[in-house]
Each structure stands twice: as C-alpha cells, then as structure tokens.
C-alpha cells in the first residue's frame, strides 16, 4: 500500500506579514499533482492543518478544495488537529466525511480513531492520535487517575491503552516533538523541552507519521518520520528542502520511504552584502528577484531610501537589517562563555547599558539585587 504522508499546511499563515494563502494554494496544486503520479492509496495529514484555531474563510475554502479533490479520487484521507488546530472545528461534520473516506481526529477523548484497510498481504490498522497535552490524558481517565506529569508519561498512557496488535501492520499518526529532532524559529515549543516524548513510545508501530516540526528528517529510518512543512514559514528554514514523503507499505516489516521534492512559487532567500553590490544588475540579474528576501545590509552607514529602493529590484522583501560594527555593538546577547563567569547582576548591568546607553543608576542597582536575591538566593 502507497501512502502519502503531509502535515503542517498552516493554512491561512502570515510571514512577517505577508499573507501565504496563494503561495499555500500554488503548492496544493503541486501535491495535487504528485498525488496524481504517485497513486497512493492513502493519504495522511498529520495535524497544524490551520494556523490558527480560527483560521480565515479563505483558508477554509481553500482546504475544502484541496479534500474534495482527494475525494474525488477516491483516496482513503486521514487528518488529525495539531497545536495550532481548533479540534472541535476541524473535526465538523467528521460523522459523515468518514462514509466518504475522509476520516477526521480532533480532540482527543481517551478514544483514539483506528481505520482498517487492507492490500494484498492483508490489514494496515490507522491509528489517528490527535495533538495531546498532560492535561488532555488526565481528564480523558480521570477515573483511573493516572500519574502524569509530562508530555511522555501522557502519550505513553494513550498508546499503551490503543490495544495495538503487533502481528499486524500498523500505522500512527501523531502531531508531538520528539526529542531528539531538528528544529526552526517557526515552530512552537515549550521551554526547556517541557513537550519532548521519547521515540521508544512508538515502537509497536511500522510506520509513524508525525507532525508539528517543520524540517524533513528521520526520527528512525524508514519508520518515524517528520515530513515537514510543505513551504517555507521563516528564514530559519531556508535550507530546507520541502518534499512530500511516499510510504509504501509491503508485507510486515516491509516499509520504504522515499520523498518529492515541493517547488514553491516563490522561494526564501538571504542576501548579504553591501547596498551597492546589491543594486548593480550584473548580481541581481541571475537572481529570482521575487523571491521572500531577508536582506542585510553590511554598509557601516545607513543607506538613506534603502528599503524603497532595494523593493524596485526585490519586491518581496520581508525584512531588512544591518550587519555592522554598530549592530554588532549593540547585540544584547552575551555569548556563552561570558555568560557562565558573569555574576546575574553583572549580566543584567551589560544588558541595561547595551540597551540604553548608560549605566544603571545606584538606586537601580539596588533594586536588582533585591530582585536576583529574591529569586536565586542572597549568595549571588
């Protein structure tokens, strides 16, 4: 069996205030057409459909197409809510979607959906695991009162009560951050790793789908897997290269992944140089120039009109900065090394007088170490 792994559309999501929608539904077309060449029989979206929980009409509609046109071709459709998801919303009229074989997951109620289908070595169980907090797991078994106190403990309990037979193939799809994997600045995680779950949890599945990072990568070779975001969402995702994840699913213990590459209409790209060089046609001319730009600017004076005039040859610039000596300067962050010898009172006088341009005043000072003394202990 071909499956078709997505997640992540963020349907309706704005970068640095430009609105993504026709990009989102430039590279739908695209998917549309791999989904065509490939033939899968299946196709699953592993959470963050939307970016917002109340996303616009827009990005509705545009979602509405994309699944009619998956009906249309008579795939097996299998979506779950994500973080950014409203669960009760994406999982609207789910009752009669699934008599036409697209099966939703929105909150998770201790329940967890499982859709059989099957090929010529047999069953393929679906199990559809919708984003999921401690909080979550608790109330769904408030009877048993479960000690959970962590997003592992929370996604341990679900699994091992999904009664999973591992004589058969299964698949998961699931929208959680495991620890170990790659992540960007557009992503949204809880400090200090708070959301991480272990990869041990899914070892009962052949394949896991997963969702909620927007990098490509494997957790485990050929059996879990982030297929990431389908377009670029911030600069920090520039080397990224977006694809569509291809599963096929032999007999048990037979599973290849492979990937198709996404072309976006419009790229994200840095450049970094001086005003100069960047206005002169013999750069920009083997240049996209309607490409999303983060431009940096390395003058040591600021260009007057710089912005209106790069926009002319670069019109999507999303953002300028400088990179120079007075940036540099002024960078607010100690690096590591100064960080760890510094006392915190020391680190937050830098910090103040990085910012405002002069020392904190004796009163100032007082206060602070009042406020540190409080909260680490007088011996700092």
């Not at 990869?199 to 957790?219: C, K, M, N, V």
């Not at 995702?237 to 007999?251: C, F």
């Amino acid at each position: 069996m071909r499956i078709i792994h997505l997640s992540d559309l963020h349907l309706g999501k704005r970068v640095n205030e430009y609105s993504m929608l026709e990009d989102q539904r430039y590279i739908l077309d695209e998917i549309i057409g791999i989904i065509e060449e490939s033939k899968p029989q299946a196709v699953v979206i592993a959470g963050d459909v939307y970016d917002k929980p109340t996303p616009p009409a827009e990005a509705v509609q545009l979602f509405d197409c994309f699944i009619s046109r998956l009906e249309e071709m008579q795939l097996e459709v299998f979506v779950i809510s994500g973080n950014h998801d409203s669960a009760e919303r994406l999982s609207f009229a789910s009752s009669i979607m699934d008599k036409r074989g697209i099966h939703f997951a929105g909150r998770y109620d201790g329940l967890v959906s499982k859709v059989v289908l099957s090929d010529e070595y047999g069953d393929i169980n679906f199990y559809m695991l919708p984003f999921i907090k401690p909080v979550h797991v608790r109330a769904a078994f408030a009877d048993e009162e479960p000690a959970i106190s962590s997003y592992d403990d929370a996604l341990r309990y679900a699994v091992e009560r999904m009664d999973v037979d591992t004589s058969s193939r299964n698949v998961l799809i699931a929208h959680q951050f495991v620890t170990g994997a790659e992540t960007c600045e557009s992503e949204e995680l809880s400090a200090g790793g708070l959301d991480n779950v272990d990869a041990s949890i899914f070892e009962r599945f052949d394949y896991t789908a997963l969702g909620h990072l927007h990098g490509p990568q494997d957790i485990v070779k050929g059996r879990i897997r982030y297929c990431g975001t389908p377009l670029k969402y911030s600069f920090s995702e520039v080397n990224h290269r977006k694809s569509v994840t291809v599963v096929d699913m032999g007999p048990k213990g037979d599973v290849s992944v492979t990937t198709r590459e996404l072309r976006p209409l419009r790229d994200m790209q840095v450049l970094k140089s001086e005003f100069s060089k960047l206005t002169d046609k013999t750069y920009y001319e083997e240049i996209d120039t309607d490409n999303y730009m983060r431009i940096i600017l390395t003058d040591e004076e600021d260009v007057i009109g710089a912005l209106s005039e790069l926009r002319a040859i670069y019109p999507n610039i999303m953002r300028l900065e400088y990179d120079n000596a007075r940036t540099r300067a002024q960078a607010l962050s100690p690096d590591t090394a100064e960080s760890d010898s510094r006392t915190p009172l020391e680190i937050f006088a830098g910090l103040y007088e990085a910012q405002n341009g002069k020392p904190m005043s004796d009163e100032q000072t007082a206060l602070v170490t009042e406020l540190i003394d409080k909260v680490w202990g007088s011996d700092k």
